[in-house]
């Protein structure tokens, strides 16, 4: 019967003061003699992948000169990239001072669709 005791069960189910010998701490209840378990080793089989480079791999060889024609024009595309996204960061610093509640509707709104995608199983 348990009891809140500390954990402890007791020996008799009889009430009124009980002693030091019919008290039983679980782990001597809750211990099963267990009987030895013999494993028979199963060969683990490797999974199938396919070696990488098997089928044919495009290579483009080009100058040194051409690789950094390449890398200046990463460089300016990377430029332009950045530019774009300092004046998109400008606008909508402007656009939050100048209309907050706008803002915060176009905010709950979209939150609101993003949740609604996810209750219909789109994911993010």
């Known amino acids: 019967m348990a009891s809140g005791n500390g954990g402890f069960y007791y020996a008799s189910r ?3 003061s009980t002693t030091k010998k019919d008290r039983v701490d679980r782990t001597q209840v809750d211990r099963v003699d267990t009987h030895e378990v013999r494993h028979t ?3 683990e089989t490797a999974p199938q992948q396919a070696a990488e480079g098997d089928g044919v791999v495009p290579v483009t060889v080009v100058s040194r000169a051409e690789l ?3 890398q200046r024009r ?3 595309a990377e430029a ?8 998109n960061r400008e606008y909508n610093r402007r656009q939050r001072e100048r209309d907050p509640e706008h803002v915060r509707a176009l905010t709950n709104a979209r939150v609101q669709r993003l949740r609604d995608r996810r209750r219909q199983g789109g994911g993010s």
Request: hydrophobic letters at 30%; zero cysteines; aromatic letters at 0%.
């Open 80 to 87: 332009r990239l950045e530019h774009r996204r300092e004046m």
């Open 74 to 76: 990463l460089q300016a």
């Open 14 to 16: 009889t009430r009124g």
């Open 68 to 70: 950094e024609e390449l």
């Open 41 to 43: 080793p199963v060969p």
